[in-house]
C-alpha cells in the first residue's frame, strides 16, 4: 500500500456498502473495517451464526435465508441494535448486508442520529447481473476466519483450505444456483430503491465493482480517505 493511501485514525461514522449478492461487499468492508480498525458487521455472518447455534432467531432465520428471502426486520433491527450497542463501535464501524430494506434504513437513521453518529457513507457497488452467478457459485468460505475465497477467480493455494488459517473453507448453503435468482430478485424489489434513498440524502458513492479487487479496493480507500472529517 501506498503512504499516502495509508488511513490514519479511526472512522467517525458507519460505512454502509449496498450492492447485490456476490457484488464484493463483504471482499471490501472486510479489508476497509480491518484498515481502520473498526467492527465489520455483516448481517448475513450474524444471521448464519445464530443459524449453526441453533438459537431461537437462528431457528426462523434458516428456512428463510435457505429459500433466498430477507429475514424480516422485526428480527434483523434488534440484532442489529444490540451489536452497535457494544463500545467497540464507538470509533465508527463498517455494515455490510444492512440495511437492506427502506424501513430499515430509516430505523438505522434514527439509532445513528439518538447515539451522536453523523450521516452514514454509503458505497454503492455497480456491476451488472450477468457476472454475479460465477462470482457466487464459486465463492468459498473459510470456517475460521471468514476469508472469501473464488474457486475461479481468487483460488486458495491447496483446494478447500484456507491460506491464512488453515481452516476449511464451506460452500454456503444459499449460493447453490437455484437460491441465487430469488436472492437477486429480493435485492431488486426490496433493496435497489435504498439507492435513491440515500442518493437523494447526498449520502451514494458509486463504485464500479466490476474491476479486480484490488483496483475496487484502492478506489474505496481513496473516498472514505476523504470523507473522513468532512459532516
Ligand atoms: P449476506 O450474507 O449479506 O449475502 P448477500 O448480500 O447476498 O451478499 P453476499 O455475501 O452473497 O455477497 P458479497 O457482495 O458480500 O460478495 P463477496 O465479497 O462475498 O445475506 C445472506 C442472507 O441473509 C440474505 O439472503 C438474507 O436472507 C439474510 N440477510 C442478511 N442481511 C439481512 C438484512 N439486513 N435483512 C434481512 N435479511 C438479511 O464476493 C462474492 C464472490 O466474488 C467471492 O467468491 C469473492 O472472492 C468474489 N469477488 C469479490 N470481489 C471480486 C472482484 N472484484 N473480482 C472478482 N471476484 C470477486
Not at 503512504?3 to 457484488?23: H, M, N, T, W, Y
Not at 428456512?63 to 452497535?84: C, F, N, Q, T, Y
Request: glycine letters at 10%; proline letters at 7%.
Amino acid at each position: 500500500m501506498a503512504l499516502e493511501e495509508r488511513p490514519v485514525g479511526k472512522l467517525d461514522r458507519a460505512v454502509i456498502f449496498l450492492g447485490p449478492p456476490g457484488s464484493g461487499k463483504g471482499t471490501q468492508a472486510k479489508e476497509l473495517a480491518r484498515q481502520y480498525g473498526v467492527p465489520h458487521l455483516s448481517t448475513g455472518d450474524m444471521l448464519r451464526e445464530h443459524v449453526s447455534n441453533g438459537t431461537p432467531l437462528g431457528l426462523k432465520a434458516k428456512p428463510i435465508m435457505e429459500r433466498g428471502e430477507l429475514v424480516p426486520d422485526s428480527l434483523v433491527l434488534k440484532m442489529v441494535a444490540d451489536r452497535i450497542e457494544r463500545p467497540d463501535c464507538e470509533h465508527g464501524f463498517v455494515f455490510d448486508g444492512f440495511p437492506r430494506t427502506v424501513a430499515q434504513a430509516k430505523y438505522l437513521g434514527e439509532m445513528l442520529r439518538r447515539q451522536g453518529f453523523k450521516q452514514p457513507f454509503v458505497i454503492h457497488m455497480v456491476i451488472p447481473t450477468s457476472v454475479l452467478m460465477k462470482r457466487l457459485t464459486g465463492r468459498r468460505t473459510c470456517k475460521q476466519g471468514g476469508e472469501i475465497y473464488n474457486i475461479y477467480e481468487r483460488p486458495p493455494k491447496v483446494e478447500g483450505i484456507c491460506d491464512n488459517d488453515g481452516g476449511e473453507l464451506l460452500h454456503r448453503p444459499d449460493d447453490r444456483e437455484e437460491v441465487v435468482a430469488p436472492r437477486l430478485n429480493a435485492y431488486e424489489k426490496l433493496t435497489a430503491p435504498l439507492v435513491q434513498y440515500y442518493r437523494r440524502l447526498g449520502s451514494l458513492h458509486d463504485v464500479d465493482a466490476n474491476r479486480s479487487v484490488e483496483e475496487v479496493r484502492r478506489e474505496i480507500g481513496q473516498l472514505v480517505s476523504a470523507m473522513r472529517g468532512t459532516r
